[in-house]
């Protein structure tokens, strides 16, 4: 039998439609590719957080009678695929004869070693160089290799705010700078340094890592890109801008809480520049032996009229811009991006042109589309009692009101917004924790590198849609004993730099 090679978007389509192997994403929520299962037969997303109460057929919940305290998200993944449920699900799927594959948001080596146990595939990057790669020091490093320029930096070990000051000097980083950690988490680890003050506030976090990246501050436009390195060559999605840092949405400066996808507010060469330095980075992650879906970010400086294109950081990993990335609307014509990182770990043979693909990406006219990610940003921890359920909604006088259910955002009328509910009625909440994510026909950022009227009449609504009370004193002294994670059940990913679950 001559084996078949996909030389289409429609030869890719029906081979997805007639799928024969089975994906489990395994994550806390479906969020970053809830979209999925709308192409790919035989895709089921293994939760343990119930975004749509049951509604949504793709999703399984693992059972339990008790969850234990996580630490991280990869403890999270670690109870779903130890789950019983969930095993005696892929077993018996296994018995049937599928092939049955993993896939995670975050992962590490003892999940590769329970991955292996159950005789899955990981269709993922191994861990070390996903660990490798991942790191704000390396993404540098990546990046001057293949002439893809950072904002003017030093990687350096710093002991004291005087080294930092003489850094500063020997490097001209100016009067404000950036400090990154090479690990973090939505920008927990980024710090942003004008004065003596601002370093001691931060000094343990910086000191106690064996390098730091300190760049110079400048005044940027943040973009995000999602790419597939494949044997092919890279394809790659639309260009998204990023709401960095906004206050009712974050508790944190530096932490990521949105997303656009506004790319006609750069000139073609700037855009041009984008696609070309993302090429570049997919072609050396995959000489170092990287394959398939990362995540770019890029810093775009104006000055007099001239714009240059900064590196940012690489993640090597689905993010939280995946879920808006593949259902734009140049995906949703041809087909989402992340296929092309399921078709790099299959042995299907497929000859399609990654330039031509890229071309059609840059040449759509891209209509308003963007996603708003609200975090709790107090710091009382407290007790969610009005949230509102997963769906389609509308707006009117800073209210929301349910109009019906849906899975996904992907065929959202001009007037709707769609919400997806990642806590629920009776949680604790705590600063930082994923409330909801909140997606749009509409454009949320302007030019002028601020949100638009509408996301701010946007996030009034949801503000208005959300209640807490505080604890009980009983509730207090729960969380007194066993952490303010007693009784939360959420925390999720929400994009680059460790995008919550979301």
């Known amino acids: 039998m001559t084996e078949t090679t996909l030389h289409s978007i429609e030869d890719i389509q029906r081979y997805f439609i007639n799928n024969r192997t089975i994906y489990y994403f395994i994550s806390a929520t479906n969020f970053n590719l809830m979209f999925v299962s709308d192409w790919v037969k035989n895709w089921i997303n293994v939760n343990f957080i119930d975004c749509y109460n049951g509604r949504n057929k793709s999703v399984m919940i693992a059972e339990y009678n008790e969850a234990p305290v996580f630490n991280d998200i990869e403890s999270i993944n670690q109870f779903l695929l130890g789950n019983k449920t969930i095993v005696e699900h892929i077993k018996q799927s296994q018995q049937k ?5 993993a896939m995670f948001l975050f992962y590490d080596k003892e999940l590769e070693k329970l991955v292996d146990s159950l005789k899955m595939n990981l269709v993922m990057p191994p861990y070390t160089l996903v660990k490798l790669v991942d790191n704000k020091i390396t993404t540098t490093e990546i990046g001057n290799s293949v002439d893809v320029p950072s904002v003017p930096n030093a990687l350096v070990k710093i002991k004291s705010y005087t080294q930092l000051r003489q850094t500063i000097e ?9 400090i990154q950690t090479a690990y973090g988490d939505s920008g927990k680890t980024t710090f942003f340094i004008s004065s003596e003050e601002d370093y001691h506030a931060v000094a343990d976090s910086i000191e106690a890592e064996d390098k730091v990246k300190v760049m110079k501050r400048i005044q940027c436009q943040q973009v995000a890109m999602e790419a597939c390195a ?3 060559g890279t394809f790659i999605g639309p260009i998204l801008t990023e709401i960095i840092g906004h206050p009712r949405l974050t508790p944190y400066q530096g932490g990521w809480c949105g997303n656009d996808i506004n790319p006609d507010i750069f000139d073609a060469q700037t855009q041009n520049t984008m696609y070309d330095y993302t090429q570049r980075i997919g072609q050396a992650l995959y000489q170092k032996g990287y394959r398939g879906y ?5 810093l775009i400086e104006t000055v007099d009229a001239h714009s240059q294109v900064y590196l940012g950081e690489i993640n090597p990993r689905i993010t939280g811009i995946s879920a808006i990335t593949n259902m734009s609307a140049c995906c949703n014509q041809m087909i989402p991006l992340f296929l092309f990182h399921l078709l790099e770990f299959s042995k299907v043979k497929f000859d399609l042109d990654p330039d031509w693909f890229n071309q059609q990406v840059k040449d759509f006219s891209h209509p308003p589309f963007g996603q708003l990610v609200f975090k709790y940003t107090q710091k009382e921890l407290k007790i969610v009692t009005r949230i ?20 996904n955002p992907r065929f959202l009328d001009r007037n709707e917004i769609f919400i ?3 806590l629920s009625v009776d949680e604790y909440v705590y600063k930082g924790a994923d ?3 909140l997606f749009a026909n509409k454009q949320l950022k302007g030019d002028d590198n601020k949100l638009t009227e509408i996301a701010e009449s946007l996030i009034g609504s949801v503000e208005n849609s959300v209640d807490y009370r505080a604890l009980s004193d009983e509730e207090y002294q729960l969380t007194q ?4 994670r007693a009784g939360f059940k959420s925390s999720i990913d929400t994009g680059p730099e460790s995008k919550t679950y979301v």
């Not at 020997?170 to 950036?178: H, I, Q, S």
């Not at 009117?396 to 109009?403: A, Q, W």
């Not at 004993?481 to 303010?484: E, I, Q, S, V």
Request: net charge neutral; proline share 2%; glycine share 8%.
């Open 481 to 484: 004993r066993y952490g303010k």
């Open 97 to 101: 004869g599928y092939q049955t594959n």
């Open 435 to 437: 409330i909801l994510v």
């Open 170 to 178: 020997n490097n001209d980083l100016g009067d404000e700078v950036v």
């Open 294 to 298: 990362f995540e770019v970010d890029y």
């Open 230 to 232: 494949t044997r092919q």
């Open 388 to 407: 509102p359920d997963t769906g389609i909604y509308t707006m009117k006088d800073n209210k929301l009101y349910f109009v019906r259910h849906s899975n």
């Open 420 to 422: 997806l509910r990642i």
